[in-house]
């Protein structure tokens, strides 16, 4: 029987945080452009455009992660292609994340003062022109702190991305803990990963938050 050490397991788990740390990323990012488009038709003077967008929120708010990433996985074989868990899993989570910024960013622009779209306005510009150069530049400054804070939460959110076979550090836990029967120390170096990796954000979140606070005194 192959005795782990403690550097064996922890050595196997960084190699699974990568791919926590890269999914994270895609997600992010991913659900950082589908959000930014959402943003716009949710802000548009069309209701159809508002009326699908909230739609669009309240499904992926309304239902838990994981069904999303088994509905992704198993939809997507159902289509007639090869399914994979890193397809399914960053679909589902791009996805997942998307409904989120989009209402922190929708809320960030509504913090602007109504007089700022009316001055705009009153300069004749169009809806589109108003929105980029008049609110969604003060609306970012506002926006920076909860939108990098939300960055904690999908890097937790992957951790439920295991159950359909991707191997990140939840899943790699696992799979060290059914070969060492070690799993309290596993299962503490897995939080431990994850402490290491979402604690830095979470205190350049609150800074970022502190700053702008006080620049806007």
């Known amino acids: 029987m192959v005795e782990f050490t403690l550097w064996d397991i922890l050595r196997n788990l960084a190699l699974a945080a990568r791919w926590t740390v890269v ?125 990098v804070g939300f960055l904690v939460q999908v890097i937790k959110g992957t951790a439920l991305a295991s159950v359909i076979g991707f191997v990140e550090l939840t899943k790699a836990g696992s799979m060290v803990t059914n070969a060492t029967f070690r799993p309290f120390v596993v299962y503490s170096c897995v939080g431990l990963f994850y402490f290491v990796l979402c604690y830095p954000i979470s205190l350049v979140a609150k800074n970022l938050e502190r700053k702008l606070h006080a620049a806007h005194r």
């Open 23 to 147: 999914l994270s990323l895609i997600a992010f990012l991913g659900g950082g452009v589908v959000g930014a488009a959402l943003l716009v038709l949710r802000l548009s003077p069309s209701r159809i455009g508002r009326a699908l967008v909230e739609g669009y929120v309240e499904l992926f708010q309304g239902t838990p992660l994981l069904v999303q990433l088994f509905l992704a996985y198993f939809g997507i074989a159902l289509l007639g292609l090869n399914t994979s868990a890193w397809t399914a899993a960053t679909l589902a989570l791009t996805l997942y994340t998307s409904a989120f910024l989009v209402e922190i960013w929708r809320g960030c622009v509504e913090a602007v003062p109504r007089g700022q779209w009316e001055a705009g306005t009153s300069l004749a510009l169009s809806f589109s022109e108003n929105l980029r150069y008049v609110v969604l530049p003060q609306a970012l400054t506002i926006a920076i702190a909860p939108t």
